[in-house]
């Protein structure tokens, strides 16, 4: 069997936590800053996690 490939665009995008858990960044934060609230905004910029439904499709892309 040849090995399993990483995919590009995911290993740009999600990173692994020390306990197994992904994260991801928030959309939303790339332009049309003027009308969203500081509030908002401030929220966009920290690191979220992946939904529990949506991890194993991205342990797949990740190839873990």
């Known amino acids: 069997m040849p090995k399993m490939k990483t995919n ?19 959309a939303y934060k790339r332009h049309i800053l003027t009308k969203k609230e500081k509030d ?8 979220g996690l992946v939904c529990a439904a949506d991890t194993p499709n991205v342990k797949f892309m990740l190839a873990i």
Request: no cysteine; net charge positive; aromatic share 4%.
């Open 8 to 26: 590009s665009s995911a290993k740009k995008r999600f990173a692994l936590t020390g306990s197994g858990k992904i994260k991801r960044k928030h």
């Open 40 to 47: 908002r905004k401030r929220g966009l910029a920290k690191t």
